[in-house]
């Protein structure tokens, strides 16, 4: 069974950074493509970032590039989204996602099968 667990969510000031971490199991990274969502309130799911299982390839939004990283620790079955520079249009509840194709990292909702429970970021001006 594919199981996602974020952490790591919180409040911080503009400029500030925070780490969000996504514990995953049941399946084998290789096989399977892993990206950050946000949503705020009212809106749809937004792709944030994307990392492929196969080759690790990366992809970012344009909003988020030079800011967030998107990174991967086998040992620890968990994939990060290190947010630096933070700005309170950040603000919203964070998701990471899995889907079965390992070659896919472009982080659009209705490709990902597999989602944890989001975990809230909220920063403040």
């Known amino acids: 069974e594919v199981q996602l667990a974020e952490s790591g969510g919180g409040s911080a000031q503009a400029g500030g950074s925070l780490r969000l971490a996504c514990e995953y199991s049941?399946?084998?990274?290789?096989?399977?493509?892993r990206a950050w969502f946000s949503q705020v309130t009212g809106k749809e799911r937004e792709g944030i970032s994307a990392?492929?299982?196969?080759?690790?390839?990366?992809y970012y939004v344009n909003a988020v590039k030079g800011r967030f990283t998107i990174s991967n620790d086998n040992a620890k079955n968990t994939v990060y989204l290190q947010m630096n520079s933070l700005k309170p249009d950040d603000t919203a509840v964070y998701y990471c996602?899995?889907?079965?194709?390992?070659?896919?990292?472009?982080?659009?909702?209705?490709?990902?099968?597999?989602w944890g429970q989001g975990t809230q970021v909220t920063v403040s001006s």
């Open positions: 049941g399946f084998r990274v290789e096989e399977y493509a």
């Open positions: 990392i492929a299982g196969d080759d690790g390839s990366r």
């Open positions: 996602a899995a889907t079965k194709y390992g070659g896919h990292y472009y982080p659009l909702a209705s490709t990902y099968d597999y």
